[in-house]
T-cell receptor
Framework: EAGVTQSPTHLIKTRGQQATLRCSPI?????VYWYQQALGLGLQFLLW???????NRGNFPPRFSGRQFPNYSSELNVNALELEDSALYLC??????????????FGPGTRLTVL | DQQVKQNSPSLSVQEGRISILNCDYT??????FLWYKKYPAEGPTFLIS?????DKNEDGRFTVFLNKSAKHLSLHIVPSQPGDSAVYFC??????????FGAGTILRVKS
């Protein structure tokens, strides 16, 4: 069974540009989460999508946005890029179930570098 | 609001010995706790979880202990191996809500 996939692996942009990151969840999973991991820091929660709806949002500015498509894949868009947006962006998927831990399975990440 | 705390930024252990990683939480409504392991520049890998109605769960070299009265859980790795060197994240979940992660603990296993 294929795991969570993310593209691109690396992305280099300049300040002010826009970045689009993509995520394909494990087959059958309906929830997708996005996290940011800046160098030396923990996992910062960005966005949570389930069944096409945004369920929750972390403490990030509105220039971070995303969506989930009918096939449950997801996109993260970052507008007006700033130097501090340079980080590893991780996507995770899960199948929410009452009585279970909703284990999130992570993709390999997209390394975004803003110059 | 740090609901999940990993107070030790790093831990160093000799190969073959036990590694104990600790995690504290504040929200008594959490019903599941999970541990993840992360290598640099990779996504975290799920290790083990425990339901709040249990006090221990074991999977091979990994055992998680939960002390609800103290709102504390720990991950034991026995025996520790050099390949276990990674960042370990504790996470907690309340049904219907997002997973809450701790800041992580860097484990170094020396050979």
């Amino acid at each position: 069974e294929a795991g969570v996939t993310q593209s691109p692996t690396h992305l280099i942009k300049t300040r002010g540009q826009q970045a689009t990151l993509r995520c394909s969840p494990i087959s059958g999973h309906t929830s997708v989460y996005w996290y940011q991991q800046a160098l030396g820091l923990g996992l910062q929660f960005l966005l949570w999508y389930d069944e096409g709806e945004e369920r929750n949002r972390g403490n990030f500015p509105p220039r971070f946005s995303g969506r989930q498509f009918p096939n449950y894949s997801s996109e993260l868009n970052v507008n007006a890029l700033e130097l501090e947006d340079s980080a590893l962006y991780l996507c995770a998927s899960t199948l929410p179930e009452r009585g279970g831990p909703d284990t999130q399975y992570f993709g390999p990440g997209t390394r975004l570098t803003v110059l | 609001d740090q609901q999940v705390k990993q107070n030790s930024p790093s831990l160093s252990v000799q190969e073959g010995r036990i590694s104990i990683l600790n995690c504290d939480y504040t929200n008594s409504m959490f019903d599941y706790f999970l541990w993840y392991k992360k290598y640099p520049a990779e996504g975290p890998t799920f290790l083990i979880s425990i339901s709040s109605i249990k006090d221990k769960n074991e999977d091979g070299r990994f055992t998680v202990f939960l002390n609800k009265s103290a709102k504390h859980l720990s991950l034991h790795i026995v025996p520790s191996q050099p390949g276990d060197s990674a960042v370990y994240f504790c996470a907690a979940r309340r049904y219907g809500n997002k997973l809450v992660f701790g800041a992580g603990t860097i484990l170094r296993v020396k050979s």
